[in-house]
């Protein structure tokens, strides 16, 4: 496993997470990282991106404002800051280490996949 996600749990409305993905492999040091979303029934959706030296970042309109993406590419780490979480940003989600140094929302921009780690915002 080269990406791993961490920081799920169950969280009341209004609350806050902290995902992490670690690369284990030092595969994204040079490659822009995006954090995605699946819902059950639902199709996989970008939440967040981050480039290579966290020089810029993008936001799905739905978490602007709520969410904060950061990397520590010593620690070979991108972080996702959840705050003010909804219902609706219940899902699994994914780190994704892309194939340039740039990162994006189209999900054939990534190589490299993390295992998902299960969020739950309780109303």
């Known amino acids: 496993v080269q990406l791993q996600a961490s920081g799920g749990g169950l969280v009341q409305a209004g609350g806050s997470l902290r995902l992490s993905c670690k690369d284990s492999?030092?595969?994204?040091?040079?490659?822009?990282v995006g954090w995605f979303r699946q819902a059950p029934g639902k199709e996989r959706e970008f939440v967040a991106g981050?480039?290579?030296?966290?020089?810029?970042?993008d936001y799905a309109d739905s978490v602007k404002g709520r969410f904060t993406i950061s990397r520590d590419n010593a620690k070979n780490t991108v972080d996702l800051q959840m705050n003010s979480l909804k219902p609706e940003d219940t899902a699994s989600y994914y780190c994704?280490?892309?194939?340039?140094?740039?990162?994006?929302?189209?999900?054939?921009?990534?190589?490299?996949w993390g295992q998902g780690t299960l969020v739950t915002v309780s109303s």
């Open positions: 492999r030092r595969t994204f040091t040079n490659n822009g």
């Open positions: 981050i480039s290579w030296n966290g020089g810029s970042t």
């Open positions: 994704a280490s892309s194939f340039r140094a740039t990162s994006g929302r189209s999900a054939s921009l990534y190589r490299y």
